[in-house]
């Protein structure tokens, strides 16, 4: 069992910054792959960043250049920096950890674990 707690966010003047952060505790050995997805009103969940245990990064069009995801395995936790915050950017953030099973952790389960999700609100 993976669980996850962000932090961060709340209200944003456009244009400003701020900076989301996701608690891993549990069976963080277990942890791959680990991301940042988002919901609007109305809209589907989306992936905004992501990062590999190899520190492979990607990025949704939408936050290339404005965005950086970042990883501390020493405090296990997952950052996102984010800047140049526009009111499209408004939108509940959810961690995503991806569990797998490997040689190295055979023990592990192969799911993913959400956070409870942060609201990040940015006025125009």
């Known amino acids: 069992q993976v669980q996850l707690v962000e932090s961060g966010g709340g209200l944003v003047q456009g244009g400003g910054s701020t900076r989301l952060s996701c608690a891993a505790s549990?069976?963080?050995?277990?942890?791959?792959?680990m991301g940042w997805y988002r919901q609007a009103p109305g809209k589907e969940r989306e992936l905004v960043a992501s990062?590999?245990?190899?520190?492979?990064?990607k990025y949704a069009d939408s936050v290339k250049g404005r965005f950086t995801i970042s990883r501390d395995l020493a405090k296990n936790t997952l950052y996102l920096q984010m800047n140049s915050l526009k009111p499209d950017d408004t939108a509940v953030y959810y961690c995503?950890?991806?569990?797998?099973?490997?040689?190295?952790?055979?023990?592990?389960?192969?799911?993913?674990?959400w956070g409870q999700g942060t609201q990040v609100t940015v006025s125009s």
């Open positions: 990062i590999t245990s190899e520190w492979r990064t």
């Open positions: 549990g069976d963080t050995v277990c942890i791959s792959a």
């Open positions: 995503n950890a991806d569990s797998q099973s490997t040689l190295r952790v055979p023990w592990c389960e192969d799911m993913d674990y």
